[in-house]
């Protein structure tokens, strides 16, 4: 089943588009399952979650984290994450900072920005994303470990079609803003799109596609 409906996704993706199969909530079986079926790249938005799984799980597996960060949660993830996709603020870069440095890891990052309606998701805000990138600039110890890759929003969970695409090109304009702006950063990185509304990210600009329930079937909570 899992197999099946990766392929599915897979063959309607463009094959630049990384394609994060997000698996938080489902057991380590299923992603082996995908695993077996040549998925490598998973997603988890848990800290505890990933740090259980990963160690059960082949090592050429690549972990994104993609939720909500807590800072006392960090150390859990660092040794296990290739990207965290959620960095939402400058407490929480330098957290990462910290870890990356303990465990003497590289790590590469998306900023997370706010395009939604809801107040229930997070992100940055443009004053605040401008003054992160500053502070990372003008910090060698930060750029030494960390790289930030791009950007990763999340549209609102609505069935009104214009507004996801005008969320999506609100990132994708953003980055085209940012590459002028910063052009010692290379922005090339937008996560955007999840089952319900990847086939608009693709069409606005993604190159990373975050799809958990049309691969793995609903979330038991
Ligand atoms: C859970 C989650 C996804 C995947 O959601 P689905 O609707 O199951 O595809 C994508 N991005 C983030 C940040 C998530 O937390």
Request: aromatic share 8%; hydrophobic share 40%.
């Amino acid at each position: 089943m899992i197999a099946e409906r990766l392929a599915e996704i897979r063959s309607q993706i463009p094959e630049q588009v990384q394609l994060v199969a997000v698996s938080k909530f489902h057991p380590v079986e299923s992603v082996r399952e995908a695993y077996e079926a040549g998925q490598r790249l998973f997603g988890e938005n848990r800290a505890q979650e990933l740090a259980e799984k990963a160690p059960q799980l082949p090592e050429d597996i690549q972990w994104h984290f993609i939720g909500t960060l807590q800072r006392n949660k960090v150390k859990y993830i660092v040794p296990y994450v290739s990207l965290i996709e959620s960095v939402d603020s400058e407490a929480l870069l330098q957290e990462i900072v910290k870890q990356a440095n303990r465990f003497d890891r590289q790590l590469r990052i998306l900023l997370q920005y706010k395009i939604a309606q809801e107040e229930s998701k997070s992100g940055l805000d443009h004053t605040e994303l401008l003054a992160l990138v500053d502070h990372y600039l003008a910090t060698p110890e930060w750029r030494e470990r960390i790289t930030i890759c791009g950007l990763m929003g999340m549209a609102t969970l609505t069935a009104d079609k214009e507004q996801i695409r005008h969320e999506f090109d609100t990132l994708r304009a953003l980055q085209t803003e940012l590459r002028e702006r910063y052009p010692e950063i290379s922005w090339d990185e937008l996560s955007m799109g999840m089952s319900s509304d990847w086939p608009l990210a693709v069409e606005a600009g993604s190159t990373i596609v975050r799809i958990g329930t049309a691969i793995f079937g609903e979330r038991q909570y």
